[in-house]
């Protein structure tokens, strides 16, 4: 199922280790994009989530903060609608997207 101009947004600061485990468990077709926000790291992060289909944004100011604002700033300029954050260590389950994005289209709060 896929929900009009979503964006998936996934701050990250070296978690290739978790972006590899993470991103293939996104359904498929649940968002127009997913974007992925390398905060500098010093790994892979960055070829990981290329690897995987991401749309890589590179944030050289380190902070949650910043790299969560270069997604938004992304996301709003691709089009996006709806803008959902995972955080990029895979506490977030991706499983849990198909259930709340219905709810945030029909204007419910998650």
Not at 17 to 28: C, F, K, Y
Not at 38 to 58: K, P
Not at 89 to 110: E, K, V
Request: proline letters at 6%; aromatic letters at 4%; one cysteine or more.
């Amino acid at each position: 199922m896929q929900i009009e101009k979503v964006a998936i947004v996934i701050p990250a600061l070296n978690e290739e280790d978790a972006l590899r485990h993470m991103l293939p468990e996104i359904p498929p077709h649940l968002a127009e994009w997913i974007i992925v926000v390398d905060n500098d790291s010093s790994d892979h992060t960055a070829d990981v989530a290329r690897e995987a289909g991401a749309i890589v944004v590179s944030e050289a100011v380190r902070g949650y903060g910043r790299a969560c604002y270069a997604g938004l700033q992304t996301a709003l300029s691709l089009g996006a609608h709806i803008i959902t954050f995972m955080d990029g260590d895979g506490s977030d389950d991706p499983a849990d997207l198909p259930l709340m994005l219905p709810l945030i289209t029909q204007g419910r709060r998650t």
